[in-house]
């Protein structure tokens, strides 16, 4: 059996397949390859860094308990940080922007990105150019996470697989986000934080349901794949800490506001650096370089900004170990930490910023206990609460994954003793952060994601099942049927397209008159539909509603589709039939508004200065119970009243109500109600 006809067979089980299944599958694939993909460059950091610090610099890098454990020390030769640094970011950029400029940066960000905008575009070549580079920027003392690279080998399997299993546009996201989760799980050794990342970090205020089973799924066989090859531990060893002082709250209350100024502090920072190195008439393959040698004049003073910092971490989670080291140090490391992270990935250099945000949090959380400690009444007797709860403020806020960075640190420290005063923390430095994010492509919520672009313009459409839309082919080809006859009847019949359906009723793929006419004369000759069927255009399942079905064909610019069932063809489905059902359903749902009985109506009023709305968001404006905002007349335009829709002076609102809540609407629109249509 080859190749073609086992994904033949796989592409058609998987249509047929339950959701839990399905996913059970694909999660699992994606799993096994980013549990894999953050081992070898687990790996390949450690060789990387054993090479440029411990090597050329006689540096050995503080590590994490359950990485090595090793201490802080000096390096033997710091005049050879510089230019150390200096070289990785050299190599770094010359890799990058020679085989995949898309590459640069951090990682984390560009997979949100493929998940919203083109989950089956990731090119195969970004991950392995992403392992490398990122390796020899971190590995050479370039401030950077981990996290970041196995995101984006994750993130670019799902992809992977979406194209080669021809899933539909929702399944595709879907898998991008899962390989994003359980490339960031395995390398946290972080299994339930990574899988509840996957779903929680492509939004700012919104949560992508959907992906939780299959991030569950992926993120824990890539934990299994990953603590196999690496070991199990959690990174920074096992801590108990109780809480157990409501008192201590208001210590909570301080770390949650510090932690998002902190934060905002970040993020300005990071894209400041970003946008002024982009301004820069250097080469970008020179500017990583550049920005390393200044990182590496930074690590001769504070050695804690090269690498990946968690090994500082590691000292400041102990009363004994913080002592140790100067005030001055703990203090001004936060602020360092962000400055050299901005420099190594702001300047193009490969790495994530996810690991650096925690390490600037835990240093944080170390700092502020050392300044309270001699002083302060019931403060904790170690630092350990203040480090984990900074850690879990500063970037649950930052990156808009509260939950999921919670878990992870608690997963990441063994400790789950500080989650109550932690979301006290993480609710305040939300609040701090605002719509900030250090994710450039978070979105806001589903409303503005192309994924969910039709569910949420035009709700009824979630309603609507493709199959009741879905016609009968008016032709349908055999793979046994020459390719000449069938382009001679697509054309007779005026269509782009036909199903390949077997004599069993299976469906066998797709054909289209571009295709055909693109292949020689004497191939359309002698060549039989089955050879040249594809799964392009998109392939609808009877399951999908409306909304999904017509987001598959915007996203692979199709007019046309078929509706599969259990691998047998259910019919076809084409925009003009989608849009058709919509109209067909929205008209009977005016009808039904119309005949609610006695005091029910439709009312007309203008947004007015004196009403407060002109400026609100729909969602956020305090409608009367028994009214609902049905549409919006602006000009010549008619918009659906989505959530996140900022009303303006002049538009006309089309609302429907009920004679109790008349006198509230009317106070609340400031004008008065013009009848439209009187209920029964």
Same mark, same amino acid.
């Given at each position: 059996m080859d190749l073609d006809t086992i994904l033949a067979r796989l592409r058609r089980g998987l249509r047929s397949a339950s959701y839990l299944r399905k996913w059970v599958i694909l999660g699992a694939m994606i799993g096994v390859i980013s549990g894999l993909g953050a081992a070898l460059f687990f790996a390949a950091l450690e060789a990387s860094t054993r090479l440029f610090l411990g090597l050329l610099a006689g540096f050995d890098p503080a590590t994490?308990?359950?990485? +090595?454990?090793?201490?802080?020390? @000096?390096?033997?030769?710091?005049?050879?940080?510089?230019?150390?640094?200096?070289?990785?970011?050299?190599?770094?950029?010359?890799?990058?922007?020679?085989?995949?400029?898309?590459?640069?940066?951090? #990682?984390? @960000?560009?997979?949100?990105?493929?998940?919203?905008?083109?989950?089956?575009?990731? /090119?195969? /070549?970004?991950?392995?150019?992403?392992?490398?580079?990122?390796?020899?920027?971190i590995g050479s003392g370039g401030s950077g996470g981990r996290e970041g690279p196995t995101a984006q080998i994750g993130a670019g399997f799902g992809s992977f697989l979406a194209r080669t299993l021809d899933l539909e546009a929702r399944d595709a996201r879907i898998a991008v986000s899962a390989g994003?989760?359980?490339?960031?799980?395995?390398?946290?050794?972080?299994?339930? +934080? #990574?899988? &509840?990342?996957?779903?929680?970090?492509?939004?700012? =205020? @919104?949560?992508?349901?959907?992906?939780?089973?299959?991030?569950?799924?992926?993120?824990?066989?890539?934990?299994?794949?990953f603590g196999a090859l690496m070991g199990f531990g959690s990174i920074f060893g096992h801590f108990r800490s109780e809480f157990t002082d409501p008192r201590q709250l208001l210590y909570y209350v301080l770390i949650g506001l510090a932690a998002g100024l902190v934060g905002r502090l970040y993020i300005s920072s990071f894209y400041g650096f970003t946008s002024w190195f982009k301004g820069w008439r250097l080469p970008r393959a020179l500017r990583p370089a550049v920005a390393g040698f200044v990182v590496g004049c930074m690590g001769i003073l504070l050695p804690g900004?090269? #690498?990946?910092?968690?090994? *500082? &971490?590691?000292?400041?989670?102990?009363? =004994?170990?913080?002592?140790?080291?100067?005030? *001055?140090?703990?203090i001004a490391l936060p602020f360092a930490k962000i400055l050299a992270t901005s420099l190594s990935i702001g300047s193009g250099g490969s790495g994530?910023?996810?690991?650096?945000?925690?390490?600037?949090?835990?240093?944080?959380? $170390?700092?502020?206990?050392?300044?309270?400690?001699?002083w302060a009444p019931f403060m904790p007797s170690d630092p350990t609460p203040f480090v984990i709860v900074a850690m879990m403020a500063l970037f649950g806020s930052i990156?808009?994954?509260?939950?999921?960075?919670?878990?992870?640190?608690?997963?990441?420290?063994? @400790?789950?003793?500080?989650? $109550?005063?932690?979301?006290?923390?993480?609710?305040?430095?939300?609040?701090?952060?605002? =719509?900030?994010s250090i994710y450039a492509s978070q979105l806001a919520t589903r409303?503005?994601?192309?994924?969910? /672009?039709?569910?949420f313009a035009m709700p009824v459409m979630a309603t609507l099942p493709a199959a009741d839309a879905a016609r009968v082919p008016r032709v349908v080809a055999r793979p046994e049927d020459g390719a000449a006859e069938v382009l001679?009847?697509?054309?007779?019949? /005026?269509?782009? +397209?036909?199903?390949?359906?077997a004599q069993d009723g299976s469906f066998k793929g797709s054909i289209t008159?571009?295709?055909?006419?693109?292949?020689?004369?004497?191939?359309?000759?002698? =060549?039989?539909?089955? #050879?040249?069927?594809?799964?392009?255009?998109p392939i609808i399942s009877i399951e999908d509603s409306l909304d999904e079905a017509l987001g598959a064909l915007a996203d692979s610019n199709a007019s046309w589709g078929p509706v599969v069932s259990n691998g047998k063809l259910t019919g076809v489905l084409s925009v003009k039939d989608v849009m058709k059902s919509y109209r067909t359903a929205l008209a009977g749902s005016v009808q039904r508004i119309r005949g609610l009985g006695p005091g029910g109506a439709l009312v007309r009023a203008a947004v007015v200065p004196a009403s407060g709305l002109a400026g609100a968001t729909v969602a956020r404006i305090p409608w009367p119970r028994d009214a609902v905002l049905v549409a919006v007349h602006r000009g010549e335009q008619v918009i659906v009243p989505r959530g996140d829709l900022h009303l303006e002076i002049g538009d006309e609102l089309t609302i429907f109500t009920v004679s109790g809540a008349r006198e509230a609407l009317e106070k609340l629109v400031a004008a008065p109600l013009r009848s439209d249509v009187d209920g029964a």
């Open positions: 994490a308990a359950g990485e +090595g454990g090793h201490g802080i020390t @000096d390096p033997a030769r710091p005049w050879a940080l510089p230019l150390v640094v200096a070289a990785g970011g050299l190599i770094s950029g010359l890799i990058v922007f020679r085989l995949a400029p898309e590459a640069e940066g951090h #990682g984390t @960000d560009a997979a949100i990105a493929a998940f919203h905008h083109r989950p089956r575009g990731v /090119r195969g /070549r970004i991950p392995a150019v992403k392992l490398v580079s990122a390796a020899v920027t994003m989760a359980s490339g960031i799980g395995a390398i946290f050794r972080a299994p339930l +934080g #990574g899988a &509840i990342l996957g779903a929680e970090i492509p939004y700012r =205020d @919104d949560i992508e349901a959907e992906a939780v089973v299959p991030s569950f799924v992926a993120s824990i066989v890539a934990f299994s794949v900004v090269i #690498g990946t910092g968690y090994g *500082w &971490i590691q000292a400041c989670l102990g009363r =004994d170990s913080i002592m140790t080291i100067p005030l *001055w140090v703990i994530g910023i996810f690991g650096p945000g925690m390490v600037v949090g835990g240093l944080l959380g $170390a700092a502020l206990w050392r300044l309270l400690m001699p990156a808009h994954s509260p939950i999921a960075v919670m878990l992870m640190v608690a997963e990441m420290t063994g @400790d789950l003793g500080m989650l $109550a005063p932690a979301m006290i923390a993480v609710g305040i430095a939300l609040l701090v952060v605002g =719509d900030k409303a503005d994601s192309p994924a969910h /672009r039709f569910q001679r009847r697509l054309k007779r019949a /005026r269509l782009p +397209g036909a199903p390949v359906v008159v571009q295709k055909l006419e693109r292949a020689r004369p004497e191939a359309r000759a002698g =060549d039989l539909v089955g #050879g040249v069927a594809s799964g392009e255009p």
